[in-house]
C-alpha cells in the first residue's frame, strides 16, 4: 500500500511538472510570436497593435465577441482586412495543440 501511495504521488507531481511546462512553453510562443502586436498584457497598446488595430482582449466584450474558432483559424491562417491587406501572418511550425492553448492563454487576459 505504502509503495502504491508513492506511485501515485510520483505521478502526481509529474503531471503538476509537466503542465508547467507546458504552460511556461505556450508563455513563451505568445511573448515570442503575439506580444509584438497583442503587448505581453493583451492589451494591444503596443506600436505595431495601434498601428493594425490589435483588440484590446482584457475587454470582457471583446473577448466574448471572439470565437475560439475565429482565434484559432486567425493563428493558423492568418488575417487579412478586407482589401486583403495582411494584418496578421499565420503562425507556422506550431501544431494544432498549441494554437489551442495559445487561444486558452489569450483567455486569461479577461479582466472581470
Known amino acids: 500500500m505504502k509503495r502504491a501511495w508513492w506511485l501515485v504521488c510520483a505521478l502526481v507531481a509529474s503531471l503538476a511538472v509537466s503542465g508547467l511546462a507546458a504552460e511556461a512553453k505556450i508563455k513563451a510562443l505568445y511573448d515570442k510570436e503575439c506580444a509584438k502586436c497583442h503587448g505581453a ?65 489569450m483567455r486569461t487576459f479577461k479582466k472581470q
Do not use: C
Open 41 to 105: 498584457d493583451g492589451k494591444g497598446d503596443t506600436k505595431m497593435g495601434k498601428k493594425l488595430g490589435a483588440k484590446d482582449y482584457t475587454d470582457p466584450k471583446v473577448q466574448a465577441e471572439l470565437k475560439d474558432d475565429a482565434a484559432f483559424k486567425a493563428i493558423k491562417e492568418g488575417l487579412k482586412d478586407k482589401d486583403g491587406k495582411t494584418l496578421m501572418k499565420p503562425l507556422e511550425g506550431v501544431s494544432d495543440e498549441d494554437i489551442k492553448a495559445l487561444v486558452a492563454y
